[in-house]
């Protein structure tokens, strides 16, 4: 008797929807980890975007992200 394994194919918006969203926990992580150590958590933010080039507020970047799609659903400010 064989067996047959089903391999699931996943879209590149699924791929790009888990990888968001991990680095969403990651970064909501960091913050909630900086603001137990007494840092603002306005300034927490500032820190951790800085390192994964993300935008706070009305900041620009100096480069835009060419993997952002125009259509998030939560951002990870949202999340934490």
Not at 13 to 24: F, G, N
Not at 45 to 53: E, V
Request: aromatic fraction near 4%; charged fraction near 25%.
């Amino acid at each position: 008797m064989s067996v047959h394994m089903v391999k699931k194919t996943a879209s590149i918006e699924e791929v790009l929807a888990a990888i968001e969203a991990a680095r969403d926990k990651v970064m909501a992580d960091e913050v909630k980890s900086l603001t137990k150590l007494g840092i603002p958590k306005a300034m927490a933010y500032q820190m951790i975007s800085s390192r994964f080039h993300q935008k706070v507020g009305n900041q620009e970047e100096a480069e835009p992200d060419p993997f952002a799609g125009g259509n998030a659903t939560t951002s990870w400010e949202e999340i934490s």
